[in-house]
């Protein structure tokens, strides 16, 4: 018989992401850091590549990534809005990990599983940093997928991608509830 673990099984189960523009300051240090990136870690990774690393982007760099979004949506000719929603992240961010996906080259493993493995560090960081007390946010946008914006904000090379952008911070308020899926709607069983 398996060894239940009610506490953990509970957080999943209502487990809430806090609005990155809610999160405020204190902000983990990089010592309390440490075991939130270590849990993030330990996710599935087919053939043990560890398709992914990560940038930590503290509090005077958040600026000059907000000024590269600027930069990058001006190039792209997008409109102010679409720009301003882009910058809104570091020009609020107090503190976030980037998930950096690293393709690998293999024979065994396709890219996709790699990429895969980039998102459950991402979900695994953003767990962990709820776990430990903190607020956390998963986020992308556009400037995200943007390959100007990745070498330039990031020195990424071109094998190199953002799966997302976790901030963590003191939430101010718990969001409320909102719909969950109905899993009986969305569970196919096959019993032979």
């Known amino acids: 018989m398996p060894t239940p673990n009610p506490e953990a099984l509970a957080f999943l189960q209502t487990r809430r992401s806090r609005p990155a ?3 405020t300051a204190p902000v983990p240090d ?21 398709p992914w690393r990560f940038v930590v982007i503290e509090g005077p760099a958040m600026a000059r ?3 590269e979004v600027q930069t990058c949506g001006e190039a792209l000719g997008l409109d102010p809005e ?11 961010g107090l503190l976030a990990v980037a998930v950096i996906e690293v393709q690998k080259p ?16 991402c979900l695994s960081l953003l767990n962990a940093a709820l776990a430990a007390g903190w607020g956390a946010n998963w986020l992308s946008g556009w400037a ?11 020195g ?17 308020a718990a969001p409320p509830e909102r719909p969950r899926p109905n899993i009986e709607e969305i569970t196919t069983w096959l019993s032979d």
């Not at 679409?82 to 609020?92: C, H, L, N, S, V």
């Not at 995200?144 to 990031?154: I, P, Q």
């Not at 990424?156 to 101010?172: N, P, Q, S």
């Open 21 to 23: 523009k809610t999160l």
């Open 30 to 50: 990089r010592a309390a850091l440490m075991p939130i990136l270590t849990a993030a870690a330990r996710c599935p990774d087919h053939g043990k590549l560890e």
């Open 65 to 67: 990534l907000a000024a």
């Open 82 to 92: 679409q720009i301003a929603k882009g910058r809104a992240q570091f020009d609020q």
């Open 106 to 121: 293999s024979e065994k493993i396709p890219a996709l599983e790699q990429t895969y493995s980039a998102g459950a560090v």
């Open 144 to 154: 995200s997928h943007d390959r100007n914006f990745m070498r330039g904000a990031l």
């Open 156 to 172: 990424l090379e071109d094998h190199e991608r953002i799966a997302g952008i976790v901030h963590i911070g003191t939430e101010t």
